[in-house]
């Protein structure tokens, strides 16, 4: 039995992309707060954040992963585009979970958290690639 791609007509994988994008997008803004106001509330947002992001990124994966082998099946011509524009986003999936990890392992201080944030930041202009490439899939090749 196959997975489904699609649910009421419309693709899974698009429309899970979105919850990680806008959370992990939104983390590094978390990290600057809490640098700036020593607030542990919004190191304590920019982790929630960052957990929540993960999940939904896992599902996003896994959808991602069924499109990508559609694709290859199908013999379509994006095949090597949607392979950069998965690595890119495993790999902030990735490094977005080990942060977790590290973090659930460390003791809270400034210094963890200006760490968490040049490790943001460069996920996320990962993440934006990515991004980019999954909406040249979508539709940068769509010819009306």
Known sequence: MRWPRHVLGLPLHPMLVHFPLVLWLGVPFFDGLALWRGASTWWGIALGATAVGAAFGLFALITGLMEYIHLSETGNNDVRLAA?????????????????????????????????????????????????????????????
């Open 84 to 144: 950069r524009h998965g690595v890119r986003t495993t790999l902030v999936w990735c490094v977005m979970s080990l942060k977790l990890l590290v973090v659930s392992l460390s003791e809270s201080g400034s210094g963890l958290i200006l760490m968490c944030l040049v490790i943001d930041v460069s996920a996320c202009g990962l993440l934006l690639q990515g991004a980019f490439l999954g909406t040249e899939i979508t539709y940068g090749r769509y010819k009306p």
